[in-house]
């Protein structure tokens, strides 16, 4: 459940509500003796950090992102012929 910010239009109190998204909006400033209007204020949220064990950060990475790290990385050169032979010791 989110933290709302709402600001009283009389009296200028800022507060914070922590409410379900399908409650409704507040309508009257929480302070006793005000009892003005009050609005919702637009927040800006925040991220969404997935932390322990099985979330990876390079899990949802862009195409164009793993287009890049493809052509960054260097290229192993494969071996087409068979290994030299061996250099026959003489006896002499």
Do not use: H, W
Not at 23 to 43: I, Q, Y
Not at 44 to 65: E, L, M, N
Request: proline content about 7%; some cysteine; hydrophobic content about 25%.
């Amino acid at each position: 459940m989110p933290n709302y910010d709402y600001e009283c239009t009389e009296c200028g109190k800022r507060f914070e509500v922590f409410q379900s998204m399908n409650d409704a909006k507040l309508t009257e400033c929480p302070d006793p003796e005000c009892k003005g209007s009050v609005r919702r204020l637009l927040g800006t949220g925040c991220g969404i950090i997935f932390k322990g064990a099985g979330f990876y950060q390079t899990d949802y990475r862009s195409s164009s992102y793993e287009k890049g790290a493809k052509a960054d990385k260097p290229t192993e050169k494969k071996a087409d012929a068979a290994p030299a032979p061996a250099a026959k010791a003489s006896t002499d």
